[in-house]
């Protein structure tokens, strides 16, 4: 039998990842939280599902979807979690507030929650539904950030991811006018914003999961028509959907010492989506 003292820890062991948007087991949270947990690290989960209710997919019980993570942690990593409206001018440091107090310094920052409806195309656009888009995808993400990096002291293995959309690559997202404007506000920043966390020990990145079906691509649950859904299918040249499990491989080898020279980049992982 192998000493128990020569076995090599996990790649995260050690290390708090503050992760939000993590309200679905069908998300992309819950698998970017499921692979961390794995690794060794522990959590720090931010929800909000009274969001979730108001979508044909509808919401999780949060009790399950903790229970179910909880599973997947190694011997002393920890995990905490709260419900945070992050549309709330004060959301961001409530959660980055919340999270130290709760678990101590913060290695990890995944910043994976984005509003979704209220949208709709460039005519039908006013100022209440950009700035909805705006305070939850783009200003919370920023302020958060501004948060999580105040807290870190510098220690090796600070990291932060953001969540961009398709239309980097091209894609047209004509009816999303609302959401993809602030998110191609997060992909367009990521480079000064990096260049600034560098310098304190920091690497950001930002991931682009093109469409992931977390139940949104479901016909009896889509939020678009059937047609639509057949439409985005095509484009894959690999016959299927993304997977949540597909960008949170990526995110999880961003976030390790593994991935530490990738800063700054805004990098796709979308099975060849176009």
Known sequence: MPDEHLKTPPPLAGR?????????????????ATRLARMGASLYLAHYSPHDADQPWGADSIDDVVGALQGFLTDGAQLEHASIDLADAGGAEQLIRNAAAALGHLDILICNHARSGGDG??????????????????????????????????????????????????????????????????????????ADLIRRGIVL????????????????????????VAGVLSRFPGGRFGEPDDP??????????????MVGQVLTSDGGFR
């Open 16 to 32: 708090t990842a503050v992760i939000t948007g993590v309200s679905r087991r069908r998300g992309i949270g819950f698998a970017v």
């Open 121 to 194: 195309a460039l005519a039908e656009m006013t100022a209440e539904k950009l700035d909805a888009h705006w305070q939850v995808n783009t200003r919370s993400t920023l302020l958060a950030t501004r948060g999580f990096a105040r807290q870190h002291d510098g220690r090796p293995g600070g990291r932060v991811i953001w969540m961009t959309s398709g239309q980097i690559n091209g894609g047209i997202m004509e009816d999303e006018i609302a959401y993809a404007t602030s998110k191609a506000a997060l992909a367009g920043i990521t480079p000064s914003v990096a």
């Open 205 to 228: 990145n930002t991931v682009n999961p093109g469409p992931v079906n977390t139940g949104y691509l479901d016909l009896e649950t889509a939020d678009r028509s059937p047609e639509v």
């Open 248 to 261: 949170a491989r990526l995110i999880a080898w961003l976030v390790s010492d593994e991935g530490r020279w």
